[in-house]
């Protein structure tokens, strides 16, 4: 079973050691996009790179769960109980019952969903925030592009001989303008992809362990457990006197 998170773990591992040498060979043209506007784009780098560190740092959680859930498939005793994900169920299942009925069944999965879906938030919030900080930059960018030809279409002088050269002067400030919106809309377009796939080997690993948990849950669930039966049969009594009640009313009033 640990297979599954030793294959994710080595997609992520992959996915980094080529995007590090991918900006070791471009280290040159990466630098100029940063440096179009070092504060924006500085915040979509930082916010990439926590990213990054957060969705290992999910991964790695991720294996006492993985521990736990071998253990005890395997009949091992004495497992420690996993620290988050698992551990509501894992302290159900200590007494390792012979069977447990479908209705508790789809509790636990219904818990064990929950507290993965919980723990990708984290992962969801920061790949949106850097899809904003794209679109925040390339709004900037474009602000700042209207403005600069505002103020140099406003502050040209055409009857003067040096218009050419003011011109070219003026068009500093435009062109910053959409070297922001270009390269901050690529950066952080490019994190959030980075960091998606990377939160999504992590989606891969939790559904790993829920597809296990399931699936040995199933083995062990009994589709009408003692308690339903009982119940059954106490509606059935009552439903076979009622019966007879309303043949005996029937009679009588025949």
Not at 74 to 79: F, N, Q
Not at 182 to 197: D, K, P, Q
Request: hydrophobic content about 50%.
């Amino acid at each position: 079973m640990t297979n599954q998170f030793h294959h994710a773990l080595n997609r992520m591992a992959l996915a980094t050691a080529l995007l590090v040498a991918g900006l070791i060979l471009f280290y040159g043209p990466f630098l100029r996009v940063a440096s179009a506007n070092i504060i924006l784009n500085g915040i979509i780098i930082g916010t990439t790179l926590f990213g990054i560190g957060l969705t290992f740092v999910e991964m790695f959680k991720l294996l006492p769960e993985y521990r736990w859930a071998h253990a005890y498939f395997t009949g091992r005793r004495g497992a420690p109980l996993p620290p988050r994900l698992l551990r509501p169920v894992a302290m159900m299942l200590r007494a390792r019952p012979l069977r447990i009925a479908a209705s508790t069944l789809n509790g636990m999965l219904d818990m064990i969903q929950l507290r993965f879906e919980d723990s990708r938030e984290s992962v969801r919030y920061i790949t949106n925030t850097l899809i904003f900080l794209g679109l925040l930059g390339t709004f900037w960018g474009l602000i700042i592009t209207v403005g600069g030809f505002a103020d140099l279409i406003t502050n040209l002088d055409f009857s003067d001989e040096t218009v050419l050269t003011a011109m070219q002067t003026g068009l500093s400030r435009p062109l910053s303008g959409m070297a922001t919106a270009f390269t901050s809309s690529l950066m952080g377009l490019a994190g959030s992809l980075i960091v998606g796939f990377l939160g999504l080997q992590v989606q891969l690993a939790q559904n790993g362990i829920f597809r296990d948990v399931e699936d040995y849950l199933a083995a062990h669930t009994s589709v009408v457990a003692s308690n339903d039966a009982a119940a059954v049969c106490d509606a059935t009594k009552e439903l076979n006197k009622s019966v007879q009640g309303l043949k005996q009313t029937l009679s009588e009033l025949t």
